[in-house]
T-cell receptor
């Protein structure tokens, strides 16, 4: 079992839809949970960062962490064609080596006008 | 300010040749990372530099891979005797130090390496 599992998609939704992206993980030591957005042939861009369990909202984006289930989610409200990209989840522990991020493979999202 | 920059953006080389990839981090970021992104795979950690401390090289896949960093500035990743399986996008990231700050890494655009 890989440390971080993420459905690669592709996921195609109409403009204005609510998008739900998810990752599961097996390492209970993970404390920091991140979502990155990566446009084609570009580097990943940090979208959201959450420490431990709970919700965090930033504009149209909401990140949720459920450590009891080892499950994290990213919700995108009122999705736009400009949201079309690959979304990567990433995690790290709280210990001395927590500079090493562990990434999911990414979910490719297309928002159709 | 300026983000992380990497050069070249694309590199095509022949099997067996050496290549050198360059990363210029965000000014003031003491932590610098290299990752590899193979097609259809997640990002793989390669190496971490923290200030003047010894780097964590635990992610380097073989002794053909090496990296250097001068102080808190530019870093170079060198791959010797390239193999076709080295074809990937090589990403550099930088951040401030500390557990919460390590979680907020800023990535460059990457170097796309193709080994023929």
């Amino acid at each position: 079992q890989k440390e971080v599992e993420q459905d690669p998609g592709p996921l195609s939704v109409p403009e204005g839809a609510i998008v739900s992206l998810n990752c599961t993980y097996s390492n209970s030591a993970f404390q920091y949970f991140m979502w990155y957005r990566q446009y084609s042939r570009k580097g990943p861009e940090l979208l959201m960062y959450t420490y431990s369990s709970g919700n965090k909202e930033d504009g149209r984006f909401t990140a949720q962490v459920d450590k009891s289930s080892k499950y994290i989610s990213l919700f995108i409200r009122d999705s736009q064609p400009s949201d079309s990209a690959t979304y990567l989840c990433a995690m790290s522990g709280g210990g001395a080596g927590s500079y090493q991020l562990t990434f999911g493979k990414g979910t490719k999202l297309s928002v159709i006008p | 300010g300026a983000g992380v920059s990497q050069s070249p953006s694309n590199k095509v080389t022949e099997k067996g040749k050496d290549v050198e990839l360059r990363c210029d981090p965000i000014s003031g970021h003491t932590a610098l990372y290299w990752y590899r992104q193979r097609l259809g795979q997640g990002l793989e950690f390669l190496i971490y530099f923290q200030g003047n401390s010894a780097p964590d090289k635990s992610g380097l896949p073989s002794d053909r891979f090496s990296a250097e960093r001068t102080g808190e500035s530019v870093s170079t990743l060198t791959i010797q005797r390239t193999q076709q399986e080295d074809s990937a996008v090589y990403l550099c990231a930088s951040s401030l130090e500390g557990r919460a700050r390590w979680a907020t890494q800023y990535f460059g655009p990457g170097t796309r390496l193709t080994v023929l």
